[in-house]
Each structure stands twice: as structure tokens, then as C-alpha cells.
């Protein structure tokens, strides 16, 4: 190879990787500007690589170096709590924003390396692309795709963040088909797009028609949204509820000489939404009681203070059991729900706790990360998913990053919840993208399984979101606020829960059966 063609694949590259890191930094919310079918250039580029280079090794590093560098800048805002809590150096903190993109880059990796396998006969000239083809090949991308998303979120207790789906909650209309195949299965046909939009720049004429189904693609989605959401309106019960974002500094939340001044402000601000909004529910955010409320005299208070305002409240804080042995016990990061006289009508421990959140894996017990954690990085999963009922309302509960897993969301439904409520503390993440990213991962589950969310956070972004996946109220970023509104208590279920055992399966045959057909082609017609 002469210096100026390496030169000429040098650029090439560099144009690949700007495009994954584009698309990703400014197809997911950031603090700068937002459009959401920009995202569709991360999956497009990724294939693209996959026809570049000559060798799977070389489609994984360049996958790898692409999607990495895209997906650390949208979580740049890691670095924010490492630096600040964590109390690490910015150069020392800066370096876990780019390990974490690194994870997520990997999968965008196996996805070119996968499509570059199967795109080898076509790339190197040896078999003839036609659009047939391209399509299968296409199809294929968008499955891989879709599965890869799926992994992610599931591998080393998942991190299901920036997906596909989630970019398209600015354009409510591009989401409403997760509430038939899901976010996840969204995103596989988003991509399986964006791959077609690839063949119209290949300069091969007779798989330009690609582009037609790729707008076709995007035609059917948005049509489709554009009939749900003018046509479709929820039916069940209305109720007001109110949420309580207290703002709550978090260096100052866990010190016990600022537990009276904490619950005294709760009080006061749900004594003026009882007031003013006359609520069905109040709800206060996660570990907004940074106590154990269970025993503690300041809950004692908190009851007088609901049974005097004659509203149920769901509030989040710390709980334990004791253990067999004496001065033994398990913590849990929980949720009450009071009635309106206060009294005890249930509670919910969040099952699924977040690694160097909640908890601080065995072999990695440093103390640094103990110190970030400030005490509260040591709760243990919950077991019981029931909805908890206060009146007709069926309450399924999602704590933090609960909500950024589809199938906890639809455990909650299944189990009968008529209204899902996420309650959060965003706080760790400062004035940065997260609250808004983690705000839009929510909305999808909202879409997906048909109900409204309350969602009560800290410092914000507190919202009621409809089944639309739309933002009917929000609050604002650190500064104390009552978001109040009305929503419903719903019964139906949307096609996506019906068939949510199936989709997956579905996509993973799907995938199985386009990557035989074209390795066997190649296989057929390569000559030996």
C-alpha cells in the first residue's frame, strides 16, 4: 500500500470515529444542544466500519476506539462524582469517564467486528452486492444490534445506558412503537436504518434502493407515533399527586446535625402542596429521610405531619432487619408508603442495587470508593416486587436506576401496577447531562408499559410523564420545587408487555437465520 492510499484509510478512519462521537455526544442530551436522529450516525458509522477495514481484528479496534470515544463523551459527567465525592484529582477522575465509555464502546466493537465478517464476500469484491443482500445484511446489523443493547444491559448487573430509544424522547412521535416492540427492539429497527442510509453512499446504484426502505423504516415509526398519540388517550381514574424535590445538598444530606433541618423542609413544602394542590398522593424523592425512619424520632413527626394533612405519602429512605444474631442486621434502600392517617401500608426495597451506588463489590473495597459512598454504599437487594395499594392506586415502585431496566418495569406491571413511580437523588451527578439522560431512559418505560410516572428526584429533574413518553410537568435542577399534576391509574396492557417474552427470542432467530443465509452464500460462491 503506497503512503498516500494509508493516508487516504487514515482519513477515513478519523471521519468514522468523528461520526460515532458525534452522533452519540449530540444525539443523546448534552449541555450544549440536542438533535435525536443524529444518534442514527452511531450505528451507521460502526457498519461502515465494518466495510472499511480489511480484517475482524482491525473492525474491533476501530469499533472499539469509535464507539468508546463516543460513549465517554455522553457519560463525561462520571467524572463529576469521582472528582467531588470521590474526592479524586481531575486527572484521575477524568480517566473513569473514559473507562466507562471503553465498556460501553466494546459492544460497538462486536458489532463491527460481527458485520465484518459477514460483509467480507461483498466488501472484498468477491460476490456481487445486490440489494437483496444488503438487506439481509442490514437486517442482520439492526438484530445484532438490538441484542448487543439487550447484553449490555443485562452483563455484570447491566448498564442499559444510552440507548437508541432513549434519544428519541425529544421527538415523542419516533417512540411510540415501544409500546409494541419495546425500547430495545426500537432501537434494532432504528439501526437496521440507519445501515440501509449506508448503501446510498457506497456509490453502488443497484442498492441505493436501500434508502427507500430506510425511510420507509422511519416513515412507518413516525406515522405510526403520530396515530398513538392523536388518536390514543389513557383511560382509567385520574389522580393529583405532588412531588416534593427538596434539593437537599448532598455533602451536607447524610450529616445527622442536618436530619431536623431536612424533614422540617419536607414537611413545610408538602404542608403548601396539601394547600395549594389538594393531591391524591405526595411523594418524596429516594433517601430523602437519610435516617432510619423506622426508628427514628424525626418519623414519629413525619406521621403527625401526614395524619394532620390527611394525604398518603410515599417517601424513600433507609431500612434494616434485624439478623439471628444479636446486633446484626441488613440494610436496604426502601420505600413507605403511609395512608393518610400514617400509618404503615407498605413499603418496597429496591432490588436491584447499583455497583459503587449501593454496594462496593468484595475485591474492590478501596477506601477512596468508601469514601464516595459516605457511609451508604453497603444496602442489600430487595425480594418483594409487588405493587404496594394505597386507595385504587397500585403503586409500582422503581428506585434510581431501576427505572433504566425494561424488565423491571415490567415485572411491576405484570405483578398489577397501575402507576409506576421513580423515585431518585441525581445529586452525585451535579449540574451535568445524567439527570436529564436517566429523566429519558424513565420516559421509555413509560411508552413500553402504558402508565403514567411520577417521578420524585432530589436536586431533578422531578416530572409526570404520560404514556406517551411526554414530560407533562418538570421541575427544575437543583433548586427546591413541588411538581404537581394529574395522572391515571391504568389497567391495560400494551402489546410490548403481552409479547415482551418473545421479542428477544424473536430477534435472536431472526439474526441466527440472515447471518447463516449470507455465510452460506459466501461459502457457496467463493471459489476454493
Known amino acids: 500500500m503506497t503512503m498516500r492510499a494509508r493516508f487516504a484509510v487514515n482519513n477515513r478512519s478519523i471521519v468514522l470515529i468523528v461520526l460515532v462521537s458525534a452522533g452519540m455526544f449530540a444525539g443523546l442530551p448534552n449541555p450544549f444542544w440536542q438533535n435525536s436522529f443524529l444518534v442514527l450516525l452511531v450505528p451507521a458509522a460502526l457498519y461502515a466500519i465494518a466495510w472499511h477495514v480489511r480484517s475482524a481484528s482491525a473492525a474491533f479496534r476501530l469499533g472499539w476506539l469509535a464507539s468508546g470515544a463516543g460513549a465517554a463523551a455522553a457519560v463525561y459527567w462520571v467524572a463529576y462524582p469521582v472528582h467531588v465525592y470521590g474526592m479524586l484529582p481531575w486527572p484521575l477522575a477524568v480517566p473513569c469517564a473514559l473507562l466507562l465509555g471503553a465498556w460501553i464502546g466494546l459492544f460497538g466493537a462486536v458489532f463491527s467486528c460481527i458485520m465484518h465478517l459477514l460483509v467480507r464476500p461483498y466488501s472484498r469484491g468477491t460476490l456481487p452486492l445486490f440489494w437483496q443482500n444488503a438487506l439481509l445484511l442490514c437486517t442482520a446489523a439492526g438484530c445484532l444490534w438490538g441484542i448487543l443493547e439487550w447484553f449490555r444491559g443485562i452483563f455484570l448487573t447491566g448498564f442499559p445506558w444510552a440507548t437508541l430509544a432513549s434519544a428519541f424522547v425529544a421527538v415523542p412521535q419516533m417512540l411510540q412503537a415501544a409500546s409494541v416492540v419495546g425500547g430495545t427492539a426500537l432501537g434494532a429497527f ?116 401526614v395524619a394532620g394533612l390527611g394525604v398518603p405519602l410515599l417517601l424513600g429512605t433507609p431500612g434494616y432487619t434485624l439478623g439471628p444474631q444479636a446486633g446484626s442486621y441488613t440494610t436496604y434502600n426502601r420505600a413507605y408508603v403511609l395512608d393518610k392517617q400514617g400509618r404503615d401500608v407498605g413499603f418496597y426495597d429496591k432490588e436491584h442495587l447499583v455497583p459503587f451506588g449501593e454496594y462496593i463489590p468484595s475485591f474492590l473495597n478501596l477506601e477512596f470508593l468508601q469514601t464516595m459512598m459516605q457511609g451508604v454504599g453497603d444496602f442489600t437487594p430487595g425480594k418483594q416486587t409487588a405493587p404496594v395499594r394505597t386507595g385504587n392506586l397500585a403503586l409500582g415502585i422503581l428506585v434510581c436506576y431501576e427505572s433504566i431496566f425494561p424488565e423491571l418495569a415490567q415485572q411491576r406491571v405484570a405483578d398489577g401496577a397501575t402507576l409506576l413511580v421513580n423515585i431518585s437523588n441525581d445529586a452525585w451527578f451535579g449540574n451535568t447531562s445524567a439527570p436529564r439522560q436517566h429523566l429519558h431512559l424513565t420516559a421509555v418505560r413509560a411508552v413500553e408499559q402504558g402508565r403514567y410516572i411520577a417521578r420524585c428526584t432530589n436536586t431533578g429533574i422531578s416530572a409526570i410523564i404520560d404514556p406517551f413518553g411526554r414530560m407533562q410537568e418538570t421541575g427544575p435542577l437543583f433548586r427546591p420545587a413541588v411538581v404537581g399534576g394529574a395522572v391515571k391509574s391504568i389497567t391495560k396492557k400494551t402489546v410490548y408487555h403481552l409479547i415482551y417474552q418473545w421479542i428477544m427470542p424473536a430477534m435472536l432467530v431472526v439474526f441466527c437465520t440472515t447471518a447463516f443465509c449470507l455465510l452460506q452464500t459466501g461459502r457457496r460462491q467463493t471459489p476454493q
Open 190 to 305: 432504528f439501526a437496521c436504518a440507519a445501515c440501509c442510509s449506508v448503501h446510498l453512499c457506497a456509490g453502488t446504484l443497484r442498492c441505493r434502493r436501500l434508502s427507500v426502505i430506510s425511510v420507509a423504516i422511519l416513515g412507518i415509526i413516525a406515522l405510526f407515533g403520530f396515530y398513538r398519540t392523536g388518536s390514543f388517550s389513557p383511560q382509567g381514574e385520574e389522580y393529583d399527586v405532588a412531588l416534593i424535590q427538596g434539593s437537599i445538598d448532598q455533602g451536607q444530606k447524610w450529616l445527622p446535625e442536618y436530619q431536623q433541618g431536612t424533614a422540617d423542609r419536607y414537611i413545610s413544602m408538602s404542608q403548601g402542596a396539601a394547600d395549594k394542590l389538594k393531591p391524591d398522593l405526595i411523594i418524596w424523592p429516594e433517601t430523602s429521610m437519610p435516617f432510619y425512619f423506622q426508628e427514628h424520632a424525626l418519623g414519629e413527626d413525619i406521621r403527625r405531619a
